[in-house]
């Protein structure tokens, strides 16, 4: 069913008026873990003034150790709502458990299925079964056919409001962490219907190649790109190395608006 055999145009995922899929370039961003109201509204009020509406934040962190700042749960939900609802955004939010999906249609626009539940196959049948655009990550140790095979769970219950997201892959590289598997996005174009997005921000893991990682994935042909944004990187829950801080974020759309990949 995500064959370009099957259907050959191409799906355009239409969340709240911002059309991925449709030939424009979206850009996603938001903290990695929703810590408070005040630090997503302080990132998301940085984003609608850069005219950029789709807001993301992780509430159920999947993290490595089980003594990492696991999130906020469900009070991480409503606080992306809240913001969200007063700043007119989109939010896309993780969820790991199927038994949660049905409580998270409340708050989202978007359920995230993560690197780690990509081939959780009861995850995958239930957001498939709901009536919300999923934003389908790419294992860290699948191919591609198999990313490909994960979305066909998704649709094949019904729900063909998928997008694809490459975000990096375990190889022995240790400059980056992960590796960022660029071709990954036109073949995904070319087998399937659905609009690609490419997550700089997990795939290098490293600030100083966001802005030429986002400048690859747009001019390869990718519809989105995701990266996380935090007020104040260094003091982060999770994923400090890596996140921009708000003026870092100003100037990577800076960069990126002034290479023409991104309009
Ligand atoms: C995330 O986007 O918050 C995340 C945990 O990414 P990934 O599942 O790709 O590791
Ligand atoms: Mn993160």
Sequence with gaps: LVSRKKKPEDTIVDLKGEKIGDGSQRIVAGPCSVESYEQVYEVAKSMKNQGIRLLRGGAFKPRTSPYDFQGLGKEGLEILRRVADELDMVVISEI?????????????????????????????????????PV????????????????????????????????????????????????SAVPILKKETHLPVMVDVTHSTGRRDLLEPTARAAFAIGADAVMAEVHPDPAVALSDSAQQMDIAQFESFLDSLRASGLYK
Excluded at 137 to 148: A, C, H, P, V
Excluded at 151 to 157: H, N, P
Aim: hydrophobic fraction near 40%; proline fraction near 1%.
């Design 96 to 132: 790991v458990s199927p038994q949660d999906v049905e409580m998270a249609l409340d708050y989202l626009d978007v359920i995230q299925v993560g690197a780690r539940n990509s081939q959780n196959f009861e995850l995958l049948k239930e957001v498939g079964g709901v009536d919300k």
């Design 135 to 182: 934003l389908m990550k790419r294992g860290m140790s699948s191919t591609i056919d198999e990313l490909i095979k994960g979305a066909e769970y998704i649709l094949a219950k019904g729900n063909e409001n998928i997008i694809l997201c490459e975000r990096g892959i375990r190889t022995y590289e240790k400059a980056t962490r992960n590796t960022l598997d660029i």
